[in-house]
Protein backbone atom coordinates (compact mmCIF):
# COMPACT_ATOMS: atom_id res chain seq x y z
CA UNK A 1 0.00 0.00 0.00
CA UNK A 2 1.26 3.81 -1.00
CA UNK A 3 1.11 6.30 1.17
CA UNK A 4 -1.26 8.01 -1.28
CA UNK A 5 -3.60 4.72 -0.85
CA UNK A 6 -3.40 4.87 3.08
CA UNK A 7 -4.37 8.49 3.43
CA UNK A 8 -7.80 8.04 1.22
CA UNK A 9 -8.56 6.05 4.72
CA UNK A 10 -6.58 8.10 7.06
CA UNK A 11 -8.49 10.69 6.56
CA UNK A 12 -11.62 9.30 7.44
CA UNK A 13 -10.50 7.56 10.36
CA UNK A 14 -8.87 11.16 12.05
CA UNK A 15 -12.82 12.59 11.45
CA UNK A 16 -14.17 9.46 12.89
CA UNK A 17 -11.95 9.07 15.87
CA UNK A 18 -10.79 12.25 16.10
CA UNK A 19 -7.51 11.72 16.41
CA UNK A 20 -5.06 14.91 16.31
CA UNK A 21 -2.65 14.02 14.02
CA UNK A 22 -3.94 15.23 10.59
CA UNK A 23 -3.33 13.70 7.09
CA UNK A 24 -0.68 16.01 6.69
CA UNK A 25 1.01 15.43 9.84
CA UNK A 26 1.28 11.93 8.76
CA UNK A 27 2.47 12.62 5.36
CA UNK A 28 5.23 14.66 7.29
CA UNK A 29 6.00 11.83 9.57
CA UNK A 30 5.88 9.24 6.78
CA UNK A 31 8.18 10.10 4.89
CA UNK A 32 10.97 10.52 7.28
CA UNK A 33 10.53 7.45 9.49
CA UNK A 34 11.01 5.01 5.96
CA UNK A 35 7.20 3.18 6.47
CA UNK A 36 6.88 0.58 4.16
CA UNK A 37 4.42 -0.98 2.42
CA UNK A 38 3.83 -3.67 4.32
CA UNK A 39 3.48 -1.43 7.61
CA UNK A 40 1.18 1.19 5.96
CA UNK A 41 -1.32 -2.14 5.04
CA UNK A 42 -1.49 -3.49 8.69
CA UNK A 43 -1.77 0.47 10.01
CA UNK A 44 -4.50 0.75 7.60
CA UNK A 45 -6.21 -2.44 8.92
CA UNK A 46 -5.86 -0.99 12.70
CA UNK A 47 -7.52 1.83 12.00
CA UNK A 48 -10.49 -0.03 9.90
CA UNK A 49 -10.87 -1.95 13.07
CA UNK A 50 -10.96 0.52 15.05
CA UNK A 51 -13.40 2.71 13.28
CA UNK A 52 -15.78 -0.16 12.90
CA UNK A 53 -15.85 -0.82 16.91
CA UNK A 54 -16.64 2.83 17.38
CA UNK A 55 -19.52 2.70 15.06
CA UNK A 56 -20.51 -0.54 16.54
CA UNK A 57 -20.14 0.99 20.13
CA UNK A 58 -21.97 4.50 18.89
CA UNK A 59 -25.29 2.41 17.40
CA UNK A 60 -25.30 0.58 20.08
CA UNK A 61 -25.68 3.46 22.55
CA UNK A 62 -28.54 5.67 20.16
CA UNK A 63 -30.23 2.26 20.34
CA UNK A 64 -30.25 2.14 23.83
CA UNK A 65 -30.96 5.84 24.42
CA UNK A 66 -34.26 5.51 21.73
CA UNK A 67 -36.02 3.20 24.02
CA UNK A 68 -36.84 0.85 21.42
CA UNK A 69 -36.90 -3.17 22.60
CA UNK A 70 -34.15 -4.49 21.22
CA UNK A 71 -34.49 -7.93 22.62
CA UNK A 72 -36.54 -9.40 19.44
CA UNK A 73 -35.39 -5.87 17.34
CA UNK A 74 -38.01 -4.60 14.65
CA UNK A 75 -36.82 -4.28 11.72
CA UNK A 76 -37.41 -3.76 8.02
CA UNK A 77 -36.03 -6.77 7.33
CA UNK A 78 -38.45 -9.17 9.93
CA UNK A 79 -41.64 -6.66 8.23
CA UNK A 80 -44.27 -9.09 6.94
CA UNK A 81 -44.99 -7.72 3.30
CA UNK A 82 -46.01 -11.30 1.88
CA UNK A 83 -49.88 -9.66 0.93
CA UNK A 84 -49.52 -6.08 0.11
CA UNK A 85 -48.76 -5.34 -3.84
CA UNK A 86 -45.63 -4.10 -5.52
CA UNK A 87 -46.62 -0.79 -4.99
CA UNK A 88 -47.29 -1.07 -1.16
CA UNK A 89 -44.11 -3.03 -1.10
CA UNK A 90 -41.92 -0.10 -2.61
CA UNK A 91 -43.71 2.72 -0.48
CA UNK A 92 -42.99 0.59 2.78
CA UNK A 93 -39.33 -0.10 1.71
CA UNK A 94 -38.87 4.14 0.63
CA UNK A 95 -39.40 4.91 4.01
CA UNK A 96 -36.02 2.61 4.82
CA UNK A 97 -33.90 5.03 2.78
CA UNK A 98 -34.83 7.66 5.55
CA UNK A 99 -35.19 10.73 2.62
CA UNK A 100 -38.81 11.77 4.06
CA UNK A 101 -36.25 13.12 7.48
CA UNK A 102 -33.75 14.82 5.51
CA UNK A 103 -37.17 16.66 3.90
CA UNK A 104 -38.39 17.23 7.50
CA UNK A 105 -41.49 15.57 6.40
CA UNK A 106 -43.45 13.52 9.04
CA UNK A 107 -45.36 10.02 9.05
CA UNK A 108 -48.60 9.10 9.91
CA UNK A 109 -49.41 6.00 10.31
CA UNK A 110 -53.37 4.90 10.51
CA UNK A 111 -55.01 1.65 11.11
CA UNK A 112 -56.72 -1.19 13.21
CA UNK A 113 -54.43 -2.39 16.04
CA UNK A 114 -52.26 -5.32 15.24
CA UNK A 115 -51.71 -4.61 11.48
CA UNK A 116 -47.96 -3.53 11.61
CA UNK A 117 -47.90 0.46 12.75
CA UNK A 118 -45.79 -0.23 15.80
CA UNK A 119 -43.26 -2.72 13.78
CA UNK A 120 -42.79 -0.57 11.04
CA UNK A 121 -42.36 2.88 13.36
CA UNK A 122 -39.54 0.65 15.36
CA UNK A 123 -38.25 -0.09 12.38
CA UNK A 124 -37.88 3.38 10.76
CA UNK A 125 -36.15 4.23 14.43
CA UNK A 126 -33.69 1.32 14.60
CA UNK A 127 -32.72 2.45 10.54
CA UNK A 128 -32.00 5.75 12.43
CA UNK A 129 -29.86 4.73 14.74
CA UNK A 130 -28.19 2.59 12.08
CA UNK A 131 -27.43 5.48 10.56
CA UNK A 132 -26.27 7.41 13.49
CA UNK A 133 -29.56 9.62 13.96
CA UNK A 134 -31.07 9.89 16.92
CA UNK A 135 -34.40 8.48 17.56
CA UNK A 136 -36.73 8.50 20.14
CA UNK A 137 -40.00 6.08 20.98
CA UNK A 138 -42.84 6.63 23.44
CA UNK A 139 -46.20 5.37 23.62
CA UNK A 140 -48.47 8.53 24.03
CA UNK A 141 -49.97 7.37 27.68
CA UNK A 142 -46.33 8.11 28.42
CA UNK A 143 -46.18 11.14 26.98
CA UNK A 144 -49.03 12.60 28.85
CA UNK A 145 -47.28 11.35 32.08
CA UNK A 146 -44.16 13.24 31.15
CA UNK A 147 -46.49 16.20 29.88
CA UNK A 148 -48.28 16.21 33.17
CA UNK A 149 -45.47 16.11 35.44
CA UNK A 150 -43.60 18.33 33.91
CA UNK A 151 -46.49 21.07 34.12
CA UNK A 152 -46.47 19.98 37.50
CA UNK A 153 -42.66 20.61 37.55
CA UNK A 154 -42.80 23.54 35.83
CA UNK A 155 -40.39 22.21 33.55
CA UNK A 156 -42.07 22.26 30.26
CA UNK A 157 -39.52 24.17 28.66
CA UNK A 158 -37.01 21.50 29.48
CA UNK A 159 -38.99 18.84 28.36
CA UNK A 160 -39.99 20.49 24.94
CA UNK A 161 -36.51 21.19 24.29
CA UNK A 162 -35.32 17.71 24.89
CA UNK A 163 -38.44 15.42 23.04
CA UNK A 164 -37.34 18.17 20.05
CA UNK A 165 -33.83 17.43 19.60
CA UNK A 166 -34.50 14.63 17.83
CA UNK A 167 -34.15 13.53 14.06
CA UNK A 168 -37.32 10.90 14.37
CA UNK A 169 -39.42 11.06 17.53
CA UNK A 170 -41.53 8.33 17.04
CA UNK A 171 -45.19 8.58 19.56
CA UNK A 172 -46.93 5.21 19.21
CA UNK A 173 -50.59 4.38 20.00
CA UNK A 174 -52.44 8.21 19.76
CA UNK A 175 -55.56 7.51 20.75
CA UNK A 176 -55.19 5.33 23.24
CA UNK A 177 -55.62 8.23 26.31
CA UNK A 178 -57.05 11.48 26.54
CA UNK A 179 -55.03 14.14 26.78
CA UNK A 180 -56.28 17.80 28.86
CA UNK A 181 -56.85 20.99 27.63
CA UNK A 182 -52.76 21.64 29.14
CA UNK A 183 -51.56 18.50 27.67
CA UNK A 184 -53.16 19.30 24.27
CA UNK A 185 -51.09 22.79 24.36
CA UNK A 186 -48.04 21.10 25.10
CA UNK A 187 -48.51 18.09 22.41
CA UNK A 188 -49.31 21.43 19.49
CA UNK A 189 -46.02 23.48 21.52
CA UNK A 190 -43.87 20.03 20.49
CA UNK A 191 -45.26 19.67 17.06
CA UNK A 192 -45.15 23.28 16.23
CA UNK A 193 -41.02 23.58 17.68
CA UNK A 194 -40.36 20.31 15.47
CA UNK A 195 -41.68 22.10 12.58
CA UNK A 196 -40.29 25.54 12.70
CA UNK A 197 -36.72 24.43 13.93
CA UNK A 198 -36.78 21.79 11.28
CA UNK A 199 -34.64 19.68 13.52
CA UNK A 200 -36.47 16.54 12.45
CA UNK A 201 -39.62 14.46 11.91
CA UNK A 202 -42.39 13.04 13.57
CA UNK A 203 -43.68 9.12 13.31
CA UNK A 204 -47.64 9.02 14.56
CA UNK A 205 -49.36 5.85 15.02
CA UNK A 206 -53.12 5.46 15.88
CA UNK A 207 -55.77 3.06 15.76
CA UNK A 208 -58.29 6.01 15.43
CA UNK A 209 -58.74 7.77 12.00
CA UNK A 210 -58.54 11.76 12.13
CA UNK A 211 -61.80 12.55 12.43
CA UNK A 212 -62.09 10.76 16.05
CA UNK A 213 -58.64 12.41 17.19
CA UNK A 214 -61.00 15.70 18.52
CA UNK A 215 -62.26 12.58 21.09
CA UNK A 216 -58.53 12.14 22.53
CA UNK A 217 -57.53 15.76 22.58
CA UNK A 218 -59.23 18.44 24.94
CA UNK A 219 -58.37 22.08 23.18
CA UNK A 220 -60.27 22.60 19.56
CA UNK A 221 -57.59 25.29 18.38
CA UNK A 222 -54.71 24.09 19.46
CA UNK A 223 -55.36 20.06 17.71
CA UNK A 224 -56.46 21.90 14.60
CA UNK A 225 -52.99 23.64 14.66
CA UNK A 226 -51.16 20.61 15.72
CA UNK A 227 -52.97 18.56 12.94
CA UNK A 228 -52.40 21.48 10.08
CA UNK A 229 -48.42 21.19 11.03
CA UNK A 230 -48.33 17.34 10.92
CA UNK A 231 -50.49 16.84 7.78
CA UNK A 232 -48.27 19.10 5.92
CA UNK A 233 -46.43 17.42 3.29
CA UNK A 234 -46.59 14.13 5.75
CA UNK A 235 -46.50 10.71 4.28
CA UNK A 236 -50.04 8.91 5.46
CA UNK A 237 -50.43 5.41 5.52
CA UNK A 238 -53.34 3.53 6.10
CA UNK A 239 -52.97 0.32 7.27
CA UNK A 240 -56.01 -2.14 7.13
CA UNK A 241 -56.59 -6.06 7.14
CA UNK A 242 -56.90 -8.50 10.00
CA UNK A 243 -54.46 -8.36 13.13
CA UNK A 244 -51.24 -10.23 12.59
CA UNK A 245 -50.98 -10.44 16.80
CA UNK A 246 -51.00 -13.91 17.91
CA UNK A 247 -50.34 -15.23 14.44
CA UNK A 248 -47.53 -17.55 16.11
CA UNK A 249 -49.59 -18.93 18.52
CA UNK A 250 -50.16 -22.39 19.45
CA UNK A 251 -53.40 -23.51 20.27
CA UNK A 252 -53.77 -26.52 22.69
CA UNK A 253 -57.39 -27.57 24.00
CA UNK A 254 -57.74 -29.34 27.05
CA UNK A 255 -60.17 -31.94 27.07
CA UNK A 256 -60.84 -33.10 30.78
CA UNK A 257 -62.24 -36.47 31.60
CA UNK A 258 -64.56 -36.68 34.59
CA UNK A 259 -63.44 -38.62 37.46
CA UNK A 260 -65.23 -40.89 39.55
Same mark, same amino acid.
Given at each position: ??????????????????????????????????????????? $????? &?? *??? +???????? /?? =?? #??????????????????????????????????????????????????????????????????????????????? $????? &?? *??? +???????? /?? =?? #??????????????????????????????????????????????????????????????????????????????????????????????
Amino acid at each position: MTSEEFLIGYEKAVMELRLPFSPDDFLGWSLTSDVTPTELDIL $DRLLG &AM *VAK +KNESSIST /LK =KL #SRIPQKNPLLFGNFNMDLLNEKAKRQVLSLKSLSFISSKRNVIMIGPTGTGKTHLAMAIGNECCSNKMKAYFIKMDELK $DKFHD &AI *VGE +KTGKLLNG /LS =KY #SCLIVDEVGYCKLNRQETLLFFQLVDRIGLKETGSIVLTSNKDLSQWPEVFDEDDALECAIDRLWDKAICMTFSGQSHRGSDREQIELNFLKFR
